[in-house]
């Protein structure tokens, strides 16, 4: 099942740089788009998300793009923060049921 | 901030055997779900719960599992003889309708179920 796809298995940014992370997805039934981080043994945290209505959703350092033309979507961390170091997952939706991609682990820098 | 718990953190069991994996989900959610990550892949759906129904499930949802919402507050996912291929972390979610908008579900810290 390749309905949702993260083609960067990692990325490594710099302290106070922007972070792009990259999701693709194949089904043009959803509806509905979420961003996950997450820590080792946790559970997926829930960041930031954007209905198909809309091309741009902001919160705070995060703000996710959807080009549904492409069936692309991104997450922009800026500025980014060690903090911000960990596993980040693409979901989407359109009964309910989330569908993962595979995560990016995001490295930031000092 | 109220956030799903899930119990126990960690189950070792034989394989044939019965597990329950108990979760309490954010008390005014409606709607209830499991998942799971087998080591090194993705989350994926397992479950869906709304009106103490099943509203949706996944092929890996056979009839060796079955979920539950015994009272007001808990969700439990059993798994009637457990194999060496359940070994995943198991998470629990919850998410509040809001009306035809949807809304992001909140995981649960998962519990670890390993089968030996």
């Known amino acids: 099942d390749q309905q949702v796809k993260q083609n960067s298995p990692s990325l490594s940014v710099q302290e106070g740089r922007i972070s792009i992370l990259n999701c693709d997805y194949t089904?043009?039934?959803?509806?509905?788009f979420l961003w996950y981080k997450k820590y080792p043994a946790e559970g997926p945290t829930f960041l930031i998300s954007?209905?198909?209505?809309?091309d741009k959703n902001e919160d705070g350092r995060f703000t996710v793009f959807l080009n549904k033309s492409a069936k692309h979507l991104s997450l922009h961390i800026v500025p980014s923060q060690p903090g911000d170091s960990a596993v980040y997952f693409c979901?989407?939706?359109?009964?309910?049921?989330?569908?993962f991609g595979q995560g990016t682990t995001l490295q930031v820098k000092p | 901030e109220p956030e799903v718990t899930q119990t126990p953190s960690h189950q070792v069991t034989q394989m044939g055997q019965e597990v329950i994996l108990r979760c309490v989900p954010i008390?005014?959610?409606?709607?209830f779900y499991w998942y799971r990550q087998i080591l090194g892949q993705k989350v994926e759906f397992l479950v869906s719960?709304?009106?103490?129904?099943?509203?949706?499930k996944s092929e890996i949802f056979d009839d060796q599992f079955s979920v539950e919402r015994p009272d007001g507050s808990n969700f439990t996912l059993k798994i009637r003889s457990t194999k060496l291929e359940d070994s995943a972390m198991y998470f629990c979610?919850?998410?509040?309708?809001?009306?035809?908008?949807?809304?992001?579900?909140?995981f649960g810290p998962g519990t670890r179920l390993t089968v030996t």
């Open positions: 954007i209905s198909s209505i809309k």
């Open positions: 979901a989407a939706t359109n009964t309910g049921k989330l569908i």
């Open positions: 979610a919850s998410r509040k309708e809001q009306g035809v908008k949807k809304s992001e579900q909140y």
């Open positions: 008390s005014n959610h409606l709607y």
């Open positions: 089904n043009s039934m959803f509806d509905y």
């Open positions: 719960f709304y009106n103490n129904e099943i509203s949706e």
